[in-house]
């Protein structure tokens, strides 16, 4: 059953949150991957960018709603 949040009167999935969050963190990883060159060792860094928050936003999300 999917949870809602009330935010100020306002009904969200729960799921957005999460997705705010994965947000956040993949832009945060996104950053130090930058700074250090690590995409040097990626094939597509695009690709790769938009792999990494699927797998950060699937693992979180199955982790909150089992």
């Given at each position: 059953m999917p949870r809602d949040i009330d935010l100020a009167g306002a009904t969200v999935p729960g799921l957005l949150l999460i997705y705010l969050a994965c947000l956040v963190v993949q832009w945060l990883l996104d950053t130090i991957a930058g700074r250090y060159g690590l995409?040097?060792?990626?094939?597509?860094?695009?690709?790769?960018?938009?792999?990494?928050?699927?797998?950060l936003f699937g693992s979180i999300g199955l982790l909150l709603y089992p």
């Open positions: 995409f040097r060792y990626v094939w597509h860094p695009a690709l790769f960018r938009v792999a990494l928050f699927f797998c």
